[in-house]
Antibody
Framework: QVQLQESGPGLLKPSETLSLTCAVSGYSITSGFFWGWIRQSPGKGLEWIGSMHGSGSTYYNPSLKSRLTMSKDTSKNQFSLKLSSVTAADTAVYFC??????????????WGQGTLVTVSS | AIQLTQSPSSLSASVGDRVIITCRASQDINSALGWYRQKPGKGPELLIYDAASLEGGVPSRVSGSGSGTDFTLTISSLQPEDFAVYYCQQFKSYPLTFGGGTKVEIK
């Protein structure tokens, strides 16, 4: 069974950099599938942040691209997100997720529990 | 970016009711659509992928249909665990986008 677990600081000040890590068990992140980040602002809907293919290719939401970097650590089987210059608008629950149904399908079938990140001075 | 419009935004229904939620895409996305259910305080759960394929472990009372720009999620007989928020998501092109959600409440 695939399991994903987010970790990172829960409280940031404006202008700081958000760093989150998703530890994956039960499947290799170097496989030919997608690994993604999605966030949900309090009481709001879902927003795709970006995805990383097992090959290392990355795909970012244009609305965040200038501040976003995704990377992976294959030795630890985990992938990470860095979002710079955060503001209160970045306050959200951040989920990591995987898309393992097929190489051509990018719907997320396994999700982490989510981690709340609050940006406040 | 492809916009997804869900309707209704909320509905009230009773256990045993048939519920239909629609998702309309701003352009042709073929069958590149998934549906999720999200319960309070939890992450989304994939129900349907490729517009009509049932994810493993999801009960057969849940079904999806459609292609192109118009899609539906049907729950044939609503159960207590189905009271939640439902989202559609397209993967035809980046950025991936989600619909605004449909909240299914108990009547």
């Amino acid at each position: 069974q695939v399991q994903l677990q987010e970790s990172g600081p829960g409280l940031l000040k404006p202008s700081e950099t958000l760093s989150l890590t998703c530890a994956v068990s039960g499947y290799s992140i170097t496989s030919g599938f997608f690994w993604g980040w999605i966030r949900q602002s309090p009481g709001k809907g879902l927003e795709w942040i970006g995805s990383m293919h097992g090959s290392g290719s990355t795909y970012y939401n244009p609305s965040l691209k200038s501040r976003l970097t995704m990377s992976k650590d294959t030795s630890k089987n985990q992938f990470s997100l860095k979002l710079s210059s955060v503001t209160a608008a970045d306050t959200a629950v951040y989920f990591c997720a995987s898309s393992l149904s097929s190489p051509e399908t990018e719907t997320f079938d396994f999700w982490g529990q989510g981690t709340l990140v609050t940006v406040s001075s | 970016a492809i916009q997804l419009t869900q309707s209704p935004s909320s509905l009230s229904a009773s256990v045993g009711d048939r519920v239909i939620i629609t998702c309309r895409a701003s352009q042709d996305i073929n069958s590149a659509l998934g549906w999720y259910r999200q319960k309070p305080g939890k992450g989304p759960e994939l129900l349907i992928y490729d517009a009509a394929s049932l994810e493993g472990g999801v009960p057969s009372r849940v079904s999806g249909s459609g292609s192109g720009t118009d899609f539906t999620l049907t729950i044939s007989s609503l159960q207590p665990e189905d009271f939640a928020v439902y989202y559609c998501q397209q993967f035809k092109s980046y950025p991936l986008t989600f619909g605004g959600g449909t909240k299914v409440e108990i009547k």
